[in-house]
């Protein structure tokens, strides 16, 4: 599976951005996808997932309350709309899936085979 992830930009501290991740290719029905990005300096970090056929939702500490995972009605995009920006969510995204991720993977971004090119978020204070 390919996948491509937009929808980054420039926005103000308090703002809102919704990225998609756009999936091409066979998407298996246990499949997860979820949301990762890589601040400045920092390593990859899992910030929502959720899965190809099923409403479970996965966040992290900074991401829950503010982000929402969701999938289109194909099943072959996944958005993740954020509310509320910090200057500190400035990173740059990246969508990510794999048909073999389980719910004790799922924040872990060695599970996960296929990624995306990245879109860049940036927050201005």
């Known amino acids: 599976v390919q996948l491509q992830a937009s929808g980054g930009g420039l926005v103000q501290a308090g703002g809102s951005l919704r990225l998609s991740c756009a999936a091409f290719g066979r998407t298996y029905s246990r499949s997860a996808v979820g949301w990762f990005r890589q601040r400045p300096g920092k390593e990859r970090e899992f910030v929502a997932s959720t899965y190809w056929t099923d409403d479970r939702t996965y966040y992290s500490d900074s991401a829950k309350g503010r982000f929402t995972i969701s999938r289109d009605s194909t099943k072959t995009t996944v958005y993740l709309q954020m509310n509320s920006l910090k200057p500190e969510d400035t990173a740059v995204y990246y969508c990510?899936?794999?048909?073999?991720?389980?719910?004790?993977?799922?924040?872990?971004?060695?599970?996960?085979?296929?990624w995306g090119q990245g879109t860049q978020v940036t927050v201005s204070s």
């Open positions: 990510a899936a794999d048909n073999a991720v389980s719910m004790t993977t799922m924040t872990i971004k060695a599970a996960y085979k296929y």
